[in-house]
């Protein structure tokens, strides 16, 4: 008697040692057949480490009798939160499935849905020096529906009065402007992040995620971004989307019960990252030096991921492909890329490219000079045998190069042109200078005309014609079609009031027209002209505030003399006699139609550029 009232008393002490095993969130939200990536997924709710897993085929709504073949446990693992449960699964066929998770007599079930792999996945192509990048802030672009400027499961409601607020531009805003994009001549869309960021002020940004697998109910929903995406596919436009792996916000769900202590960088107090990205490399760098760059905050409402942890890089992994995967990408942004630990941070990219191998993915490396940069992209050969597995890398040594000859006269020693001429002497140090990301303003510092002297249009139009034919990806930043200012003077680079919307109607004037128009030529005829795509420069020195260069192949060339002087100029066309005897000396103008005979001496008015196509052997036909 005393045994069996002993046997129950443990028993049932065994059974409250249980709580109700409760699933809350479940990611990845689902998976595919045919996939390089092994699939390990992270269960997170109440009472769930130890629990026994079992996974059951559900078929028109009813569970399938015997052993599942289609999606098998392979193991199981709990992190030091009891909350939380990781199961490696193999996934052999396309289903529904029921994963039980159970512990004692109770349990908690998710149905998990295993879909057919769309053909061609693998092997989708991406964006190239081909195309044009049109880059979106997400909130300040175009309200398309303003049904959705405030939702019931968010804390910020929009409020177009507050500058460092929310606006409500959305998912429909940017499929209604996918015609003006295309007919600007961009054939890709970079919009800054649309995942859930849920803080109480300044989330507009989107950049302090708080859900990694939901566009956030403001911008639409997982559904409308993937029809963004075939929208644009439809119209030959292809997107990229922007990926924060460095931080999360404060808002995010996790931070309210970490899987691990170290799922976080985590400091007795609150410690910035030291934005020293040489301490990844410099042989003289102290350690203490080193951790910070990677393992500070980037700022107080974004805690720092730590990607050594191997469940975190593996959710980050995981949590790339499925996108790329489940919306259909044609490419990646990396937002903040050296301040990840570098080595996992490789590793995470590693594995996209080995799902993805085509893909292309562009990394935000804010430094300079371009050695600092350099070191960054996959294939250099780095002294210490790092390779990043980052095929792009943004250009900011010739954002700067170009900023700095456009914003005063030029005219001292080293100014003006020259500093272009400068940036590209670096070029050796890339391993593939068609892969930089070339762009003249981001949404992080101030526009293309507020920073060129008198804000002169003429000046912008240069510059957007060293975009357009020196080597590289061209990225436009939304608005500066039109040429747009800040809409505060007094400080162009404040970001809030750079990101406001894209004029509209009766808003554009028709100075904007006319600088559109202008972008519109110059990027459609760029679309075709391969030799931009993939040509070699050669470029020749001046020191009047001038620089000429050709785009060239054995086979054509693309001829550009760019003069920054108010002075008009005689172009020195016998310097560049060892390019010209190559080709026919007549050519055409891509911005004007007109022939232009490079066999007889040319004059070019000031602050304005020449552009000629050449070819061998004639055969050129005038561009209408």
Known sequence: MRKSILFAAVLLMSQMMYANPKIEQVEPLCWWTNMQTPLTVMFHGQDLNDAQVSVQQVVKGKLVRGACHGLVVRGQHNAESANYLFVDFGVFQPGTYRITLKKGKKSASYDYVIAERRAGSRERQSFTSADVVYLIMSDRFVDGDATNNSTPDTREKADKSNVNGRFGGDIQGIINSLDHIAKLGCTAIWPTPMLGDDEEAWSYHGYACSDYYHIDSRYGSNAQYAQMVQTAHDKGIKVLMDMVPNHCGSS????????????????????????????????????????????????????????????????????????????????????????????????????????????????????????????????????????????????????????????????????????????????YM???????????????????????????????????????????????????????????????????????????????????????????????????????????????????????????????????????????????????????????????????????????????????????????????????
């Open 252 to 427: 995010h769900w996790w931070m309210k019960d970490l899987p691990y202590h170290d799922w976080i960088n985590q400091f007795d107090e609150f410690t910035n990252t030291n934005n020293c990205f040489t301490a990844n490399y410099d042989i003289n760098a102290s350690e203490y030096d080193r951790k910070l760059s990677n393992r500070g905050w980037f700022d107080h409402p974004m805690p720092d991921m730590n990607l050594e942890n191997p469940d975190l890089l593996k959710y980050f992994q995981q949590w790339a492909i499925w996108w790329i995967e489940y919306a259909n990408l044609d490419g990646l942004r990396v937002d903040t890329y050296p301040y990840i630990e570098r080595i996992p941070g490789s590793e995470w990219l590693a594995a996209i490219r080995k799902e993805y191998p085509n893909l292309n993915i562009v990394g935000e490396c804010w430094t300079r000079p371009a050695s600092a940069v350099a070191y960054w992209q996959s294939g250099v050969k780095n002294f210490d045998g790092f390779d990043s597995n980052l095929p792009t890398v943004m250009d900011f040594p010739t954002e700067e190069a170009i900023r700095q000859a456009l914003e005063n006269e030029g005219d001292f020693w080293g100014g003006g042109l020259t500093k272009v001429y400068d940036a590209l002497t670096m070029d």
């Open 430 to 624: 890339y391993a593939d200078v068609n892969k930089l990301f070339t762009f003249l303003g981001n949404h992080d510092m101030s526009r293309i005309r507020d920073a060129v002297l008198d804000k002169d249009i003429n000046r912008v139009k240069l510059a957007y014609v060293l975009l357009a034919t020196m080597r590289g990806i061209p990225q436009v930043l939304y608005g500066d079609e039109y040429a747009l200012v800040s809409a505060n003077e007094e400080n162009p680079n404040d970001h809030s009031y750079l990101r406001m919307p894209l004029p509209q109607g009766k808003e554009v004037t028709e100075e904007m027209q006319e600088m559109y128009d202008f972008q519109s030529r110059l990027f459609n005829w760029r679309k075709d002209e391969k030799v931009l795509h993939i040509g070699k420069t050669m470029h020749f020195l001046s020191r009047d505030n001038t620089y000429a260069f050709f785009r060239y192949t054995d086979d054509e060339a693309v001829f550009v003399f760019a003069n920054a002087s108010k002075e008009p100029r005689e172009i020195p066309i016998k310097h560049y006699e060892e390019m010209l005897c190559r080709y026919d000396r007549v050519g055409f103008s891509p911005l004007t139609g007109e022939q232009i005979d490079l066999s007889q001496e040319q004059k070019i008015d000031g602050l304005s550029t020449m552009v000629v196509k050449l070819k061998r052997n004639g055969a050129l036909k005038s561009l209408k």
